[in-house]
């Protein structure tokens, strides 16, 4: 599990940290950096996977592209990560990335036990490893065991912007799982309708909790294409998903996803804009379903870090007490980043004591902003 990150250098990144909880909810305005985290964390998860080369590719995604500018001095861009394993041991993951010739290379990679602050593994420029990276070790490495823990709690993290439109398409049999963007939904539930079953039912069953009128998900084939729609009570066909609601789309989205990551223990999912195509009387139960994922699992599985942004103070109001789950994103006047825990800057505005309204609208009040500008 991800526990802190703090990237140096990168977008409006210039020195920013943040914190996660098993749920993470991320709230601020456009253009405040809440984007730039969540691409950090995808950048991290393509590194583990493949190195530079996975990590980075042509501009606007090269380094050279995404590196600050115009804000200081900035040759390197840095990250420092902490994280747990499934086995309880904490460690802290460093990379340090610079352009040289046009081409990204590593100029530092270190990982270190925070528990007795040993040196697991370093980048050695005399002998750098054939991969490119220090989380993915030769069999004989002596390290071997603890380096591919880490580097499975990275592999792990997705980042997700569910696109309805890519979500309502057909796709080839072939293709059995959700992208990024959505595509590929037909193409997963036919995986589990004919390879697992239960599983398959329970993402109907979690949709009915939502969509009560729900009868049954169906699949079927045009072609070479895999389809798929939602069939009502006593209606004897089903409407097919380009005909559906946005937010009906959306939803079966999230919970293919949310499916999807639950086989792979220790897995971090970050959703881009969770509120996006729901009417706010759904806020409650999706807030629900990631709670569910995040503390205690889905579909019998082990539980996943769900990390999310948000524009809507109305999903916000649904945290109630749980307000320590959510962190304000900010653009202070440098034009850097600044995150902090909502409960310290409630605290910093009205004191120790509980407030009345509901954060929500607090937010929306602008009250935050106010706290935030002060301390500048």
């Known amino acids: 599990m991800l526990e802190k990150l703090r990237v140096h250098g990168f977008r409006t990144l210039v020195d920013t940290e943040v914190t996660f909880d098993p749920l ?33 590719g042509p501009p606007p995604w090269s380094l050279g592209w995404q590196r600050t500018r115009g804000m200081g001095q900035i040759n ?11 086995a309880g041991e904490r460690y802290r993951y460093l990379l340090s990335l610079q352009e040289k010739k046009g081409d990204p290379c590593v100029v530092e990679e270190r990982l270190t036990r925070i528990r007795d602050n040993f040196t697991v593994a370093s980048f050695d420029f005399n002998s750098p490893p ?41 796709n080839d049999p072939e293709h059995q799982y959700v992208s990024r963007d959505g595509f590929g939904v037909a193409g997963y539930l036919a995986s589990l309708r004919d390879t697992s079953s239960e599983k398959f039912e329970n993402i109907q069953q979690q949709l009915q909790r ?12 045009g072609g070479s294409t895999l389809y798929w729609g939602l069939r009502d009570r006593g209606q004897d066909r089903a409407f097919q998903a380009p005909h559906l609601s946005w937010g009906d789309r ?5 919970l293919c996803v949310l499916d999807q990551s639950s086989s792979a223990s220790g897995a971090t999912i970050a959703f881009e804009e969770i509120d996006r195509g729901f009417h706010p009387s759904r806020f409650s139960q999706v807030l629900e379903l ?32 749980r ?6 994103v900010s653009r202070v006047p440098s034009g850097s980043t600044l995150v902090r825990p909502v409960n310290e800057l409630l605290r910093e505005a009205f004191g120790p004591d509980p407030i009345e309204q509901p954060v929500g609208e607090v937010w929306e009040m602008g009250l935050l902003d106010d706290v935030i500008a002060e301390a500048m």
């Open 76 to 86: 390197a861009v840095r990250f420092e990560v902490h994280l747990r394993v499934a």
């Open 290 to 321: 990631l709670s569910e994922a995040a503390y205690d699992g889905i579909n019998n599985g082990p539980p996943i870090q769900v990390v999310v942004t948000t524009h809507s103070p109305s999903f916000v109001n649904q945290l109630g007490d």
């Open 323 to 328: 307000i320590g789950e959510l962190r304000m």
């Open 250 to 254: 959306q939803l079966v989205g999230i």
């Open 24 to 56: 993470t909810l991320m709230i601020g305005r456009n253009g405040s950096g809440k984007t730039s985290l969540l691409d950090a964390l995808k950048l991290l998860g393509n590194f583990a996977r493949g190195g530079v080369a996975r990590a980075f």
């Open 130 to 170: 054939e991969s490119g990276t220090i989380l993915k070790p030769p069999p004989d490495a002596s390290p071997a065991e603890e380096i591919r823990a880490v580097s499975e709690v990275f592999k792990r993290v997705t980042t997700y912007e569910l696109n309805p439109s890519e979500i309502e398409r057909g």
């Open 210 to 221: 939502f969509r009560p009128e729900t009868d049954s998900i169906e699949v079927w084939s």
